[in-house]
């Protein structure tokens, strides 16, 4: 596959209400970020992806946006940004940003418009629909619960809105519109940042039949009316002509629904569309029946064939990202590490995994010493849209509100936007002011100052192992052969890039776990040459058992 940057790049993601607030509101801001530029720089990473900064009324945390050309206040100013800008470029980074265009904040002056008369000339800049039998145009439901559909009694109609009611869905089928979104983009891209996150993109064209969902049909199948829809390669060509072509920049799409085969049409190396994309396969490990409240333990040969089916199923044709972990999941560590007695040593583990895989790899703030999810005692502590309607449905539902507590302390969005964790003084060093969402009481022992004076900590481990990634590009492009398939413990593979062939050997578990008997056998094992493990340095070890949550890296040959 053809090299580029962001390929052998790696991707440090920030949300910025929580990473640090400079002037004490308890809010994170540019000039937090500002602050951390050469902490930031430090890791070693390429590229940072912040979260969205754009002016907003905050509804579901700047994924509602009222003024795509100018800054959340709470976060700064135009002047920031550009200063922010120049301290990542002085660097060496790249900045990457939140596009957020399936939808706007219903306080968009679009909207506004839109709603404002059945003949505004913005109408069409929206979905409005009216209702079918009193009720409803159909049966979809928003993502964050009831109906997909609001009635304005302004005009007599419903809009749609796939997400809260105050994110109104904008109509990709009105050009106007399409090419307002283009030139927005391009005045970014002329200010300097180098590419988009695409928010929930493969949700731009809805299916003109708007039918309901057959049953059993989930809200992000890849066949519901709304995703892949007939006109999205379409919209995304046109983007790419209109928007990006001509720019040296990045673009990563969240994909909900997505599958090899259309990920391949989304993302293909030739196909002229987005770089990569985000797919959420390996994120439903843990649910049942596509339910994210509905928890289930996590079986790690399902979990490596869903990562082997992606690395192999992609291998020459489009480009992986690799994540575990967003500002929508929980902590890494605490869903598929050990975040008790092992999390420094499962979160490296999940590091080396992240890191030694085909495909770009993405790093979430705090997730570089090891943070771990928060258990809020009380819902009033939680901030997440998501979670607040989540709670108020099962309580009214009839569920014990422990129960659904429980499932919230597990999944809730939240245990990654607790405030990040810079030192043990008050606040954790995020703010002099009370934050806006609680703090993880484990800060005082868990913070980027004490990982800083430990030479064994997960900090310093990240950095060696962005590192060793740059120094074996076969980590970046080589081929994936999964082996050990199935071991309820180890997760091995080869990467081999035709130049350099390695093996990469991961203890997924808090026991032991022993490379398979060919490879360990004596003659096998002298053909390997340790060049990186993610023990304790001076813990004995032996050849062929790892120790627990320890990652190693062979060489082979
Ligand atoms: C994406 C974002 C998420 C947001 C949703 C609606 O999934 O990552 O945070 O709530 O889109 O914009
Ligand atoms: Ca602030």
Known sequence: MKRTWWKEGVV?????????????????????ILEKVDYIASLGVDIVWLNPIYESPNKDNGYDISDYENIMREFG??????ELLA????????????LVVNHSSNEHPWFTESRSSRESPKRDYYIWKPGRNGGPPNRWEACFGGSAWEYDPGTGEYYLHLFTPE????NWENPEMRHAVYAMMRRWFERGVDGFRMDVITLLSKDPSYRDLEPGEGMFAPTAPYIYGPRLHEFIREMRREAIDGFDAMTVGEAPGTTIENAVELVGEDRGELDMAFQFELMGVDYVAGDKWKQRPIDLVEFKTIIERWQVGMFGKAWNSNFLMNHDQPRSVSRFGDDRRYR????????????????????????????????????????????????RRAVEGGAAPERALASIHYMS??????????????????????PWIGLNPNYPELNVERAEADEDSVLHFLRRMIRFRKDHLCLVYGDFELIARDDPALFAYFRDDGSERLLVAINMSSGEARLPADIADARSLTRLALLLSSAPRGAGRPADALMPWEARVYKVG
């Not at 969005?413 to 607790?418: F, H, I, L, V």
Request: a negative charge; one cysteine or more.
């Open 344 to 391: 420094v040593q499962s979160a490296k583990a999940l590091l080396a995994l992240d890191l030694s895989l085909c495909g770009t790899p993405y790093v979430y703030q705090g997730e570089e010493i090891g943070m771990t999810n928060v258990a809020f005692p009380s819902i009033e502590e939680y901030r997440d849209i998501e979670t607040l309607n989540y709670y």
């Open 413 to 434: 969005r939240d245990n990654s936007r607790t405030p990040m964790q810079w030192d043990a003084s008050r606040n954790a060093g995020f703010s002099g002011a009370r």
């Open 77 to 82: 100013s135009l002047d920031d940004f550009d």
């Open 87 to 98: 301290a990542f470029h002085a660097r060496g980074i790249r900045l990457v940003m939140d």
């Open 167 to 170: 994110q109104p869905e904008l």
């Open 12 to 32: 440090y993601q920030i949300y910025p209400r929580s990473f640090k607030d400079s002037n004490g509101d308890g809010i994170g801001d540019l000039r937090g």
